[in-house]
């Protein structure tokens, strides 16, 4: 492994409402629900967050919106781990241009390999940066919220920012188990008193969705991963939040949740998937959350989500880990079809 690649590995994302599914060996299959096709959305934090743009992008027809804490803009690595470090990290090299992501954006959709800009521009955008962030430089959140104004049809009325000064790199949770909101580090869900996940869901799906209040009820379920990735570097299984009323066939919303470096569940075990706040608004509003997860493996020990081409081809000259031929974007986008019933897995 390369010294570039050494500090690669060093990158961070990184109310329970549910009853939790006793861990087995051989986790079930995802299921099929009653999603309704125009409420799904996509979330991540730091390398998942560049995940989740990256599927944003790609599939916006699906992904109608979108919640991004502590990354910075879509394409920024541009395929160049040399990038990835050190103008979408930090900006020691100084920041990506954006001027030449609006090309590379450009490129992709004369090629297909992207959605539309109609498409695009009706998207709902949520963008959330601690000022105290030292893995992921603020500027680079700034960069990603000017590149959305520019896609949207209405910036002022669909993308909303928001800024914690004193929070360092993670997901902002309003709990006093989590880490010190200056301080950081594992399992990187800061106590800030911010409840992120209800703030990102409030604005992706409506400010009257319904508070949790405890009372709600649903299931934490593991699933088998195989039949989506075929060997790319995810985990065997991933997880599933499903409301009981969903569970039973009611209509329901989905977001697709994605963490951190860091921050798996072979890496931190169940915390992220049980400790987000996420599962308990989903709980009190209808709203399915599948977390899928990346395993931790040579080329990337610390299990961040591929957002500068580690899992693509390494013959490849351009690879496309951030348009729809991306595995680890075709795998992610399987499962929401599968979970949606849109598609078979496979």
């Known amino acids: 492994m390369n010294a570039l690649a050494v500090v ?38 730091s390398s998942g967050g560049y995940m989740a743009t990256q599927l944003a992008v790609a599939w916006p027809a699906w992904f109608s919106g979108l919640a991004v804490f502590a990354a910075g803009p879509w394409g920024c690595a541009q395929g160049t781990l040399s990038q990835a470090l050190m103008r979408c990290m930090q900006t020691r090299f100084g920041p990506p241009d954006l001027e ?37 430089d603020p500027q680079l959140g700034t960069l990603l919220a000017n590149q959305y104004r520019g896609w949207l049809s209405d910036p002022e009325t669909q993308l909303k920012t928001a800024h914690s000064p004193l929070a360092a790199h993670g997901w902002p949770v309003a709990s ?3 880490a010190d909101c200056s301080q950081g580090g594992s399992p990187y869900l800061l ?17 009257d ?40 066939g009611a209509s329901c919303a989905l977001t697709v949740a994605l963490h951190g470096c860091d ?49 693509e081809s390494s013959w490849q000259r351009d690879p496309l880990y951030d348009s729809r031929q991306g595995r680890q974007v075709q795998a992610i986008k399987a499962m929401v079809d599968h979970l949606s019933g849109l598609a078979p897995a496979g």
């Open 8 to 45: 690669a590995a060093s990158f961070l994302v990184a109310l329970p409402a549910t009853v939790l599914a006793e861990p087995s060996t051989s986790p079930a299959p995802l299921p099929v629900l009653n999603i309704e096709p125009d409420t799904i959305s996509v979330m991540g934090v």
């Open 100 to 136: 030449s992501l609006h090309q590379r954006h450009a490129d992709y959709q004369h090629a297909g390999r992207v959605g539309t800009p109609d498409e695009l521009a009706k998207q709902r955008v949520y963008l959330w940066h601690g000022g105290q962030d030292d893995v992921v």
């Open 176 to 178: 006093s188990t989590a």
């Open 191 to 207: 106590d800030c008193g911010v409840d992120g996940a209800g703030q990102a869901l409030q604005w992706l799906y409506g400010s």
């Open 209 to 248: 969705l319904q508070s949790p209040t405890g009372e709600e009820r649903g299931m934490l379920m593991p699933f088998d991963q195989f039949p989506f990735y075929d060997g790319h570097r995810l985990a065997e299984q991933g997880y599933v939040y499903v409301p009981k009323v969903c569970e039973e």
């Open 263 to 311: 921050m798996s569940a072979e890496q931190i075990g169940e915390t992220f998937v049980r400790e987000s706040g996420l599962n308990a608004w989903a709980a009190a509003n209808r709203i399915v959350v599948l977390y899928p997860q990346v395993e931790p493996s040579l080329p990337n020990p610390k299990a961040c989500w591929d957002w500068w081409g580690y899992d």
